[in-house]
Nanobody, 124 residues
Framework: QVQLVESGGGLVQAGGSLRLSCAAS????????MGWFRRALGKEREFVAYINRASTSTAYADSVTGRFTISRDNAKNTLYLQMNSLRPEDTAVYYC?????????????????WGQGTQVTVSS
């Protein structure tokens, strides 16, 4: 099993930056591809970013490409999401998740372990 705990959310002005962290417990983190998702109030959970277990492949939603960067440190069992040039429309609860091998990486159904989420609020 993998337990995931996000941190680093908060309130920031438009144009600002935040770095989210996702601490994983257990010895399986390095063998799992990982992703970040977000859910804005009244909307469905949506894909944000993906990274494979070796950090050799990443993918991003169009809405965050060029502004967000996903990374991981397997030695520290930690996943990161660096968010720059934040916009009010980035306001959401952000979740990290562990991907099920061979599942579609942009769909929530492709992930089996989730953190509790961290709130990001971007003011205009």
């Amino acid at each position: 099993q993998v337990q995931l705990v996000e941190s680093g959310g908060g309130l920031v002005q438009a144009g600002g930056s935040l770095r989210l962290s996702c601490a994983a417990s257990g010895r399986t983190f390095s063998s799992r591809d990982m992703g970040w998702f977000r859910r804005a109030l009244g909307k469905e959970r949506e894909f944000v970013a993906y990274i494979n277990r070796a950090s050799t492949s990443t993918a991003y939603a169009d809405s965050v490409t060029g502004r967000f960067t996903i990374s991981r440190d397997n030695a520290k069992n930690t996943l990161y999401l660096q968010m720059n040039s934040l916009r009010p429309e980035d306001t959401a609860v952000y979740y990290c998740a562990a991907r099920i091998d061979s599942r579609i990486l942009t769909l929530p159904s492709g992930y089996d372990y989730w953190g509790q989420g961290t709130q990001v609020t971007v003011s205009s």
